[in-house]
């Protein structure tokens, strides 16, 4: 098993502790924000997942970040994580439709 820590930015200007743990070929990822607490998938989790640097609170943990990343490649979860992406465009296309 491995893990990996970072702290994320949060809009208030504090940070969120988010965890990235590889366990049998599994990708497992919290972040303390209430967002992630109450069962959503928050935008630092997603941000990190995509490896937005900006997200970080320490840019010192760009390095791990990157580790994170490679981690993400040998799990199944970047599939999950580009079909998350083709579904968010796939509602802004919808709603701009609508409008």
Same mark, same amino acid.
């Given at each position: 098993m491995k893990e990996i820590r970072l702290k994320a930015k949060s809009s208030s200007g504090g940070s969120y502790d988010v965890s990235f743990r590889h366990e049998g070929g599994l990708l497992f990822v919290s972040c303390t924000c209430k967002a992630s607490i109450y069962g959503n998938l928050c935008k630092h989790k997603i941000? @990190? !997942?995509?490896?937005?640097? *900006?997200m970080l609170y320490d840019q010192g943990d760009a390095p791990a970040l990157r580790e994170m990343r490679? +981690? +993400? *490649? %040998? *799990?199944? #979860?970047?599939? !999950? @994580?580009?079909? #998350?992406? *083709? @579904? &968010? /465009? %796939? =509602?802004?296309?919808? /709603? /701009? =439709?609508? &409008?």
């Open positions: 941000r @990190l !997942l995509n490896g937005d640097e *900006s490679e +981690l +993400l *490649s %040998q *799990s199944s #979860y970047s599939n !999950l @994580l580009a079909e #998350y992406d *083709s @579904l &968010k /465009k %796939q =509602i802004e296309d919808a /709603k /701009k =439709i609508e &409008k």
